[in-house]
């Protein structure tokens, strides 16, 4: 079965400390994969997307994501958190198909100390 | 830059009324979606449109819901008769090919009484 897994339903990391979100994935193919992030109330924003080449994308806010097909993952980085980076995280997969829906993870929950 | 929009922003209603959820995608977008995120849950998608007509849809998708594009702008999502477990965040996302990203809106809240 297709799934998303992101194990960490809520991280504390204190500002200026780096990030890693965890994200997981079983899918059929190879997928396009993305990074959502969703402040309170707000509605999705893409962080970063992969699709194909270079497996270390950039991505907006400092963001960078690793795709690593061997793992099955595709975990999100920060090197230094702002305490604006405090919001829902989402990893999501695709088919490289069109008209096909995104399959999302439950979310990540970031907190920034300070 | 160009973005989904998505009216209104916040709707009630009282269970067993029929509400409709508009979207109007941007503007060279060809795939239209429709997602929900029931409070504190994970984005579960609901239906795809391409061409007129639904791609694929979810268990979800039952007969109470449909869509449709009357006007060739405005992309709706049409509840025949809410229930309350229908309360929830509602996400309308379009895309353009050959490009797979998916661009969403800003969300629908409907709040079922």
């Known amino acids: 079965a297709q799934s998303v897994t992101q194990p960490d339903i809520h991280i504390t990391v204190s500002e200026g400390a780096s990030l890693e979100l965890r994200c997981n994935y079983s899918?059929?193919?190879?997928?396009?994969l993305f990074w959502y992030v969703q402040s309170p109330g707000q509605g999705l924003q893409l962080l970063l997307k992969?699709?194909?080449?270079?497996?270390l994308v950039q991505g907006i806010k400092g963001f960078e994501a690793e795709f690593k097909r061997s793992q099955s993952s595709f975990n999100l980085r920060k090197p230094s958190v702002h305490w604006s980076d405090a919001a829902e995280y989402f990893c999501?997969?695709?088919?490289?198909?069109?008209?096909?829906?995104?399959?999302f993870g439950k979310g990540t929950t970031l907190s920034v100390s300070s | 830059e160009p973005e989904v929009t998505q009216t209104p922003s916040h709707q009630v209603t009282q269970m067993g009324q029929e509400v409709i959820l508009r979207c109007v995608p941007i503007?060279?977008?060809?795939?239209f979606y429709w997602y929900r995120q029931i409070l504190g849950q994970k984005v579960e998608f609901l239906v795809s449109?391409?061409?007129?007509?639904?791609?694929?849809k979810s268990e979800i998708f039952d007969d109470q819901f449909s869509v449709e594009r009357p006007d060739g702008s405005n992309f709706t999502l049409k509840i025949r008769s809410t229930k309350l477990e229908d309360s929830a965040m509602y996400f309308c996302?379009?895309?353009?090919?050959?490009?797979?990203?998916?661009?969403f809106g800003p969300g629908t809240r409907l709040t079922v009484l």
């Open positions: 503007s060279n977008h060809l795939y």
């Open positions: 992969y699709f194909s080449g270079d497996t």
């Open positions: 996302a379009t895309k353009r090919e050959p490009y797979n990203e998916q661009f």
């Open positions: 999501a997969v695709g088919a490289r198909q069109a008209g096909t829906a995104l399959i």
């Open positions: 899918y059929g193919a190879t997928p396009y």
């Open positions: 449109f391409y061409n007129n007509e639904i791609s694929e």
